[in-house]
């Protein structure tokens, strides 16, 4: 490689091997100290008899300074937000306050048990209903569950009260229409609740197509599921023509709130037309994503879905205190034990308050500035596959590179010599070969433009020497893995090796 | 605003390169009518020291510096400070599901050692990386049962956890899949005959909790070959994990829906927690959620991918064995880092604490009101049943900074004035102590060394 493609974000540096625990385990070595016992002694077989454990099989035997250097060199091997952009369509990977956990490890927030008393549960009650009031004013809706653990939940969620309603109005209806951009998770959850799906196909502006919409639209029915803005980036100009089309025939308007970071403070879902929505909290609300969860999904609604929540909701009683109402009758029941991810509506809100309406809208506004900031930069090397004005995310296409046999998956893998995260590859399937980008408000300029040069720089080699970015990534500790091999005959969990006989 | 790092001079430089004259540019593509020309009515912009404050004030209104006896589904133990130390760096917090393996080995790492030890604790073959919870743990654990038998119905013991059958009711109504429920008996373990008559040749598999929501031990292995005389699965719950340090786990079940809070994970009033999936080899294609799977690079390097991604549901959308993408990767690193603190010889030595102390309240409070369910063992949860509604007595308990146990009547009428109490290492014999006597009506104030009464009144039962 010439000295014009070294990357200005990052160099090579040492990394820590490490082994599986198990490999560093010896009977005898400990981490624990248990207090001595206040009360007698127990004899546990009689206890338990036949049910006494004798034995915990491969367990690890460590010492506390293993185990922190341990999981300290793993970490090591991760990328994060706290170390660059991480640009992933669709996820939102924005910046993490700190003081988001802090606040969580509050004792008394941090100890609460979920079955004290209402009269000792009122600070965690004014947290869930002053967050619920909250993303009531943002979204524009009426009531709202926080109980969702995630958002393919919320999605679950929004869906039963969907089917509750249409059967409260003498017809559970037969399916769902989802448009061809929408997320996997949609069609999963149609399915859960026992929806056929129908798909809708996207005009060449990359929105739902009005004309066919009116077409499929009939009394079979239940729902449409759109996200807006949706996987394209592209915000649903008819919108409103959508929801009057589902609205004359009886069905309902779901909204998949993944790209809320496009709208918070700017556009109410409430306003357009929206019947029913679920929030990603883990997305627009930075609570961490934490290498895959906890994320948690509250679903808000219009007034008419609302006898149809979740039990229980918060209420204010007679006397003025907080609590829960588990009689409604009505309800869809319950989605998860409890109330919901709680320490994650500590963060989210948390995080309201860090920004304020000034600076939720302020946000929203850097957020979509970086996105067309990026599409600028980017416009003429790679293949803009809709020309629709973007939003918060921009999404492009592999067709120039391509046709050097080179794919998006391996313009991503160059991209971590980089120093950056991939961007979402080969979503959404309208696009083929497609590279989804969300940069979110949390990018300084001089980060976008490192990104913008690494790409550009990219598009370069693949002209100049496409196998060497089909070999990427070059600079990681291990290079791309046989994932064919890992789903052929899965190793799930580690064994000893067979001891010599 | 403190956490956007662009200078007025950078947003005008950056408009200026896109070409546009002002913001509300890009957002012209939402309708006019649409576009919010307000402030939204939410707080003010706050300090962090403000932010500090609010939810300082709002955790003394929430039983800071109470003692509990509650269980029930959520447990108070031990979290060894290395956790937090460890999860709190930005590496594992603020990364995303390992999609790009190469740059998220951590993470993948660390997912296979967690499958690796539920499998171990659980004697199941395999585990997943995560659910959302136990509840939904043992809901999805049902719909997999329907996909790998074929067949449809469920049968559910009525001492498994209230709201995780609420939840199975929530998910299983719209699948078709009619649930049957089966009575405990004066053991407060599962009826086997009830149960053998309710397993039908539509029953894809039976349910249960072990320990059950009373805390008693289930005889897994009958239960088993009850089931599976009939071809039924055998689904077992686990809701107190630290319960597998000292009890035979269900080596006979064919999958374990686990709810792994207790592993190091805060109360944090009911989430987020740790729901876990584990099962035999020949299920793993029907099973839902992540999968961590080990293989090798081009160079033959020991590394780790998510893998077996055709169940879900980005690639088979509506055909997916479920609908779950985002679940609990940065809690089970939680309970991944306090498996490997206690270890093999840990988790015993702790579960046998807990036991210890549930055996010495159980016994402290059996002088003076009933037991309920005595004849099964049980590991740090039990019954107790009084003539005062244990209402009132929380009531009178609060008063003392105790949060007493949890009143059955409202999922098990039956049982009259029923409360389930928890003990675990961290609850004192004296704790203990005091709470009994205020329980019982003898006045405590604080001084508990005239506790034993000659002649103790014993509570009348209910019963």
């Given at each position: 490689m010439?000295t014009?493609?070294?990357?200005r974000?990052?160099?090579?540096?040492?990394?820590?091997n490490?082994?599986?625990i198990?490999?560093k385990?010896?009977?005898?070595?400990?981490?624990w100290?248990l207090?001595?016992?206040?009360v007698?002694?127990v004899?546990?077989a009689?206890l338990?008899?036949?049910?006494e454990?004798?034995?915990?099989?491969n367990?690890?035997e460590?010492?506390?300074?293993e185990?922190?250097?341990?999981?300290t060199?793993?970490?090591t091997?991760?990328?994060?937000?706290?170390?660059?952009?991480?640009?992933?369509?669709?996820c939102?990977?924005?910046?993490?306050p700190?003081v988001n956990e802090?606040?969580a490890?509050?004792e008394?927030?941090a100890n609460?048990?979920?079955?004290?008393?209402?009269k000792?549960s009122?600070?965690?009650?004014?947290?869930?209903?002053?967050l619920?009031d909250?993303l009531?004013?943002?979204t524009?809706?009426?009531?709202?569950t926080?109980q969702?653990?995630a958002?393919?939940?919320?999605?679950l969620t929004?869906?039963?009260?969907?089917?509750a309603y249409?059967?409260?109005q003498?017809?559970?209806r037969k399916?769902?229409?989802i448009?061809?951009?929408?997320?996997?998770t949609?069609?999963?959850?149609a399915a859960?609740?026992g929806?056929?799906?129908?798909n809708?196909k996207?005009?060449?502006?990359?929105m739902?197509?009005?004309?066919a919409l009116a077409?499929?639209?009939?009394?079979?029915?239940?729902?449409l599921?759109?996200?807006?803005?949706?996987t394209?980036?592209?915000?649903?100009?008819?919108?409103?023509k959508?929801?009057?089309?589902?609205?004359?025939?009886g069905g309902?308007?779901?909204?998949?709130?993944?790209?809320?970071?496009?709208l918070v403070?700017?556009?109410?879902?409430?306003?357009?037309?929206?019947?029913?929505m679920?929030l990603n909290?883990?997305?627009?609300?930075?609570t961490p994503?934490?290498?895959g969860?906890?994320?948690s999904?509250p679903?808000a609604?219009?007034?008419i879905?609302?006898p149809?929540?979740?039990t229980?909701?918060v209420?204010t009683?007679?006397?003025?205190?907080l609590?829960f109402?588990?009689?409604?009758p009505?309800?869809v029941g319950?989605?998860?034990?409890?109330?919901?991810?709680?320490?994650?509506?500590i963060r989210a809100?948390a995080?309201?308050?860090?920004n304020g309406?000034?600076g939720?809208?302020q946000?929203?506004?850097?957020?979509v500035?970086?996105?067309?900031?990026?599409r600028?930069?980017?416009?003429g090397?790679?293949?803009?596959?809709y020309?629709?004005?973007s939003m918060h995310?921009v999404?492009?296409s592999?067709?120039?590179q391509?046709?050097?046999?080179?794919k998006t998956?391996d313009?991503a893998?160059?991209?971590?010599?980089?120093g950056?995260?991939?961007y979402?590859?080969?979503?959404?399937?309208?696009?083929?070969?497609?590279?989804?980008?969300?940069?979110?408000e949390?990018e300084?300029k001089?980060?976008?433009?490192?990104?913008i040069?690494?790409?550009?720089?990219?598009a370069?080699?693949?002209?100049?020497?496409?196998?060497f970015?089909?070999?990427a990534?070059?600079n990681?500790?291990?290079?791309?893995?046989?994932?064919?091999?890992?789903?052929?005959k899965?190793?799930l969990?580690?064994?000893p090796a067979?001891?010599?006989? | 605003?403190?956490?956007?790092?662009?200078?007025?001079?950078?947003?005008?430089a950056?408009?200026?390169?896109?070409?546009i004259r002002?913001?509300?540019d890009l957002?012209?593509?939402?309708?006019a009518?649409y576009?919010?020309?307000r402030?939204l009515?939410?707080?003010?912009?706050?300090?962090?020291?403000?932010?500090?404050?609010?939810?300082?004030?709002?955790?003394?209104e929430?039983?800071?510096?109470?003692?509990?006896?509650?269980?029930?589904?959520?447990?108070?133990?031990?979290?060894?400070?290395?956790i937090?130390?460890l999860?709190?760096?930005?590496?594992?917090?603020?990364s995303y599901?390992?999609?790009?393996?190469?740059?998220?080995q951590g993470?993948?790492?660390?997912?296979f050692?967690?499958?690796?030890?539920?499998?171990?604790?659980?004697?199941?073959?395999?585990?997943?990386a995560?659910?959302y919870?136990?509840?939904?743990?043992?809901?999805e654990?049902?719909?997999?049962?329907?996909?790998?038998?074929?067949?449809?119905s469920?049968?559910v013991?009525?001492?498994?956890?209230?709201?995780?059958?609420?939840?199975?009711?929530?998910?299983a109504?719209?699948?078709e899949?009619?649930l049957?429920t089966v009575a405990?008996?004066?053991?407060?373990?599962i009826d086997?005959?009830e149960l053998?008559?309710a397993?039908?040749d539509?029953?894809?598999?039976?349910?249960?909790?072990?320990p059950n929501?009373?805390?008693?031990?289930?005889?897994?292995?009958?239960i088993?070959?009850i089931a599976?005389?009939?071809g039924a699965?055998?689904?077992?719950?686990?809701?107190?994990?630290?319960?597998?340090?000292?009890?035979?786990?269900?080596?006979t079940a064919?999958?374990?829906a686990?709810?792994?809070?207790?592993?190091?994970?805060?109360?944090?009033?009911?989430?987020p927690y740790c729901?876990?999936?584990?099962?035999?080899?020949k299920?793993?294609?029907?099973m839902?959620?992540?999968?961590?799977g080990?293989?090798v690079?081009k160079?033959?390097k020991?590394?780790f991918?998510?893998t077996?991604a055709t169940?879900?549901?980005?690639?088979?959308r509506?055909?997916?064995?479920?609908?779950i993408?985002?679940n609990?990767?940065l809690?089970?690193?939680m309970?991944n880092?306090?498996?490997?603190?206690?270890?093999?010889?840990g988790?015993?030595?702790?579960?046998?604490?807990?036991?210890?102390?549930?055996?010495?309240?159980?016994?402290?409070?059996?002088?003076?009101?009933?037991?309920?369910?005595s004849?099964?063992?049980?590991f740090?949860?039990f019954?107790?049943q009084?003539?005062?509604?244990?209402r009132?007595?929380?009531?009178r308990?609060?008063?003392?900074?105790?949060?007493?146990?949890?009143?059955?009547k409202?999922f098990?009428?039956?049982?009259?004035?029923?409360?389930?109490?928890c003990?675990t290492?961290l609850?004192?014999?004296?704790?203990?102590?005091?709470?009994?006597?205020?329980?019982?009506?003898?006045a405590a104030?604080?001084?508990?060394?005239?506790?034993n009464?000659?002649?103790?009144?014993?509570v009348e039962?209910?019963?």
């Open positions: 010439t014009k493609h070294i990357t974000k990052a160099t090579r540096h040492i990394s820590q490490e082994g599986l198990f490999e385990s010896s009977p005898g070595k400990a981490a100290k207090p001595p016992l206040d007698p002694e004899d546990t009689k338990l008899g036949k049910q454990r004798k034995d915990l099989g367990m690890p460590v010492s506390e300074i185990i922190m250097r341990h999981f060199r793993l970490s091997w991760n990328y994060a937000i706290d170390l660059g952009m991480y640009p992933l369509g669709s939102t990977m924005k910046y993490n700190r802090f606040v490890r509050v008394g927030l609460g048990h979920p079955y004290q008393a209402e000792i009122q600070g965690a009650l004014q947290i869930m209903k002053t619920s909250c009531l004013e943002i524009g809706m009426d009531a709202i926080l969702p653990a958002g393919a939940q919320g999605e929004g869906l039963l009260m969907v089917r249409h059967e409260s003498g017809n559970a399916k769902i229409l448009p061809d951009s929408a997320h996997g949609n069609p999963a959850t859960t609740v929806y056929a799906v129908e809708l996207s005009n060449d502006r990359g739902v197509d009005v004309a077409a499929q639209m009939n009394e079979d029915v239940a729902a599921m759109v996200t807006n803005p949706n394209l980036g592209v915000f649903e100009q008819e919108i409103h959508i929801a009057d089309l589902l609205h004359e025939k309902l308007l779901y909204m998949d709130g993944a790209n809320m970071n496009a403070g700017k556009a109410r879902p409430g306003d357009f037309g929206v019947d029913v679920h909290l883990h997305k627009t609300f930075s994503h934490g290498g969860g906890p994320g999904g679903v609604v219009k007034k879905l609302s149809f929540l979740p229980p909701v209420i009683k007679a006397d003025g205190t609590g109402d588990y009689n409604r009505q309800s319950r989605v998860r034990a409890f109330y919901g991810n709680f320490g994650m509506f809100l995080y309201i308050f860090a309406p000034d939720l809208r946000t929203t506004e850097d957020a500035l970086n996105a067309n900031y990026i600028k930069g980017l416009e090397v790679y293949d803009l596959p020309s629709t004005p995310e999404v492009f592999d067709k120039v391509s046709k050097k046999g080179v998956m313009l893998k160059r991209l971590i010599d980089y950056f995260h991939p979402t590859t080969a979503f959404p399937l309208i696009v083929a070969g497609a590279l989804m980008i969300e940069p979110t949390s300084p001089e980060e976008l433009d490192l990104f040069e690494a790409m550009k720089s990219i370069e080699e693949v002209e100049e020497d496409p196998q970015v089909l070999d990534p070059h990681t500790r291990i290079s791309r893995l046989d994932e064919t091999a890992a789903a052929r899965p190793i969990r580690w064994k067979p001891s010599a006989p | 605003m403190r956490y956007l790092p662009k200078s007025p001079a950078d947003r005008a950056m408009q200026q390169a896109i070409g002002s913001i509300d957002f012209s593509p939402i309708p009518e576009r919010l020309a402030d009515n939410v707080p003010r912009q706050m300090a962090e020291s403000e932010i500090v404050d609010y939810f300082k004030q709002r955790a003394k929430n039983g800071e510096g109470y003692t509990s006896f509650l269980g029930a589904g959520a447990y108070a133990h031990y979290r060894p400070i290395v937090d130390a999860v709190q760096r930005g590496e594992f917090l603020t599901t390992p999609y790009q393996a190469e740059f998220a993470t993948l790492q660390a997912i050692e967690f499958q690796t030890m539920i499998s171990e604790l659980t004697g199941m073959d395999l585990a997943n995560s659910m919870d136990g509840s939904t743990a043992a809901a654990a049902v719909m997999m049962a329907v996909r790998v038998t074929g067949k449809n469920a049968v013991a009525r001492s498994l956890h209230p709201e995780y059958r609420e939840v199975l009711t929530t998910y109504a719209h699948q899949i009619p049957k405990y008996t004066d053991s407060g373990q086997l005959k053998e008559k397993i039908g539509d029953t894809a598999c039976v349910l249960i909790q072990s929501f009373f805390g008693t031990i289930e005889d897994v292995e009958a088993a070959d599976h005389k009939r699965l055998l689904i077992v719950s686990i809701a107190e994990a630290v319960s597998l340090g000292i009890v035979e786990p269900p080596r064919d999958i374990v686990m709810e792994a809070q207790s592993f190091g994970v805060p109360l944090g009033f009911g989430g729901g876990v999936l584990a099962t035999k080899d299920f793993v294609r029907q839902p959620g992540r999968l961590a080990q293989t690079d160079n033959g020991r590394g991918v998510l077996l169940r879900e549901q980005h690639i088979r509506e055909k997916a064995t479920s609908n993408c985002t609990q990767a809690v089970a690193l309970v880092i306090f498996m490997t603190v206690y270890g093999k010889v988790l015993r030595e702790l579960a046998k604490q807990n036991l210890a102390k549930a055996t010495y309240a159980a016994d402290q409070f059996s002088k003076h009101a009933k037991v309920l369910f004849s099964a063992p049980r740090n949860e019954v107790v009084t003539s005062e509604d244990p009132a007595i929380n009531s308990l609060l008063e003392h900074k105790i949060v007493g146990g949890f009143p059955l409202k098990y009428p039956e049982l009259g004035h029923a409360a389930l109490w003990s290492e609850t004192t014999r004296s704790s203990i102590d005091k709470a009994i006597d205020i329980a019982v009506g003898r104030d604080g001084d508990n060394s005239d506790r009464l000659k002649n103790p009144e014993p039962v209910a019963r």
